[in-house]
DNA sequence: GATGAATGAGAGTTCATTCAT
DNA sequence: GATGAATGAACTCTCATTCAT
């Protein structure tokens, strides 16, 4: 196959990606070393050039989607010129569609036997999206929109209900998914302390959008 | 040690006690059945009379943990004589004590490799904690105190919320978990579209209590 | 199920039965003690009362086998009135349809797993089946028709030509099994050095027949 | 031991011969992997490199026997300048040699335990050998020595008696081999459908040679 | 960098057998 | 006679890791 020489970062990847797949087809116990290097078609030895064990490929993962879930989140809430509401919600929208319109990345989740990567994905996710999410809503507290009294632990609560593995099967259908999205902007602006006028317009767009 | 004849369901649970005891300890992966029969002093082979795999005692666990937690919480959600909020806030407090109080169960959540037991419980306690939560939040429309459109969905972010497994190690200081207490009563009360005047004054029952 | 105090030959019988069941399902060694008492539907210890080892068993089994196999054998050696030629003709038939009439047997002897089971019963079969042909043949060289210099080893050519346990798959097909059995008695009547008048009148029997 | 790198063929062929050993020893069932492993003096995962499993490593013995105890046969069978009476006989000693000399394959099969071996290879022997019969068979047709009928029947039959597994014990004592393999002799050519001059001369050829 | 045969501890699981009730 | 929970040694097989080539 890819038995040639290559560069490290290129392999590492190519791992990284094998391991993926299997996880997301057999479960993490249930893929061997053996099978990533067989399905990147290198020698067993190779593997361990680019990781010190298999654990160190696992965190390899967890960090490779952590920072492919935050990515866009993070910078919606560094674009300069727009208001804490608007930008909530931009986050909300990207972080919805990078896990819906990604299926691998869901049935990589789905798959019973790695409920071990879910949870540390989650809390690696939910650990990066916080201080973002800190400052627009630090943001929103100073242009009076929002009234809440801890905007770090809002931030938490916020960070938590973005869960970005799908508690709910909430991306099975569409209809379901525009349901929730509705609901859950309504509870976070008002859990916030948005004002009912503001919590009803942007429930009508979200309404009017689907 | 207890090698004589026993009652089934006395020996099952002794079997699922000595296999949380060495979880919370070693983690799941690395207690092996001979592990768990050495503490409770039977042989190998009497393991596979009450489970038909390691894996089958896992269920068991997990179902054992969700259902010690969600049992107080649904009790006071029937509590006939009683509104809504008050309900709802006693359901926290039971939450958040049935975990807080339990220094095993933390252990057992905090070791690492007992990622894919966290995960599974918090999924299975969300799950059955939603029923209960709706019919509160139901009553609380009936109230006239929740302004909260979807009902169902609510339930599942409170319930996402109170994640029974700690989820920013507020536990670890009870200073923390004031401070978390507070914050989340006045998220999910103002997320319900209670009136300014009930949050407040909840806060403050909070605040005094501590 | 038949869990009652019962007639120990009885209980001996049902369980050599409900073994002779599952070695043709299951084979051998994937078959259970646990299996054997649970299909019978008596206890564990129960079947240590009948067999003293699952060893014990096994040999109960050959030796039903072999009996039910030679038993109608032997009764036409001994039969007073017959000619040898006949008698070996019907002892041909008699074996033949034993082992083809009783597709449970046939079964049992497939079973990929009852090898050893074919080997003991197949040794036993010929060895209890040398004796009567022995005297047969003995028979047929005072009537002057078959001409052999040695009745006991032409004993065991035939026994083991008529090897129980179905060599060639000759059942699966009547058309093979009559094309089998005339070249069967051709063969083994020569062997026995009869003159080609016998010969060809007993082909023409076979033939006919079918 | 042996432990240092080898050619696979080399290893596979170490692996199996020390089985052989074993199973000759102490029978299949009482030989586990290890024990195997243990004689070679490599580790316990080398097995698995070279065989998927237990039943495969007999699967290979099995063929690994029936090779050996065939290829002698098969050779003469196709030795071109030679009649077919000539040829029958030779693979009758031939046969008759491969087991009787190799004292070591005496033990295998004789071992209690092993009949499923006795069983597999005796069927894999009789199926590889019945086409080389059967070509030298047409041959005796042709030549007009053979008057049988159906030479793939005889072919069949023939294979059965040269059973390869000594199914009378014919090889305890010199003398009851040369008695088995007179009347063998006579009992086949005869069965064939020779004259009596050619059986004549055949059996006095044995009887001198002893 | 790459190979892949070799490692070996140890895992989960089975099952014939026993014996107190 | 019958029970069935308990036994426990022994099994096959796995797989992350190493290292001489």
């Known amino acids: 196959m890819s038995s040639a020489r290559k560069a490290p970062a290129a392999r590492r990847a190519e791992l990284i990606e094998a391991a993926m797949r299997l996880f997301a087809e057999k ?6 070393v053996s099978d990533i290097v067989y399905e990147v078609g290198v020698a067993q030895g190779t593997f361990y050039l680019y990781f010190e064990s298999k654990a160190d490929l696992v965190n390899a993962v967890v960090v490779h989607i952590s920072e492919r879930i935050v990515e866009g989140v993070e910078r919606i809430a560094d674009q ?13 929208d990207e972080l919805l569609s990078v896990v819906s319109e990604d299926s691998a990345l869901l049935a990589f989740f789905h798959r019973p036997g790695n409920e071990a990567f879910h949870d540390r994905v989650s809390r690696d996710a939910v650990r990066l ?3 973002s999410l800190e400052r627009v809503i630090e943001q929103g ?28 099967d909430v991306f099975a259908e569409p209809e379901r998914l525009g349901h929730h999205t509705e609901a ?14 503001t919590v009803a317009r942007e429930i009508e767009r979200v309404r009017t959008r689907a």
Request: glycine letters at 6%; proline letters at 6%.
């Open 184 to 197: 859950l902007t309504e509870f976070v602006l008002r859990g916030l302390g948005c004002d009912e006028a």
């Open 80 to 92: 300069t010129p727009m208001c804490a509401v608007e930008k909530l919600l931009r986050m909300r």
């Open 129 to 131: 999206l916080v201080p």
């Open 27 to 32: 479960g993490l116990d249930e893929t061997a």
């Open 141 to 168: 507290r100073t242009e009076g929109v929002f009234k809440i009294s801890h905007p770090d632990d809002a931030a938490r609560f916020i960070a938590a209900l973005q869960d970005v593995t799908d508690p709910f």
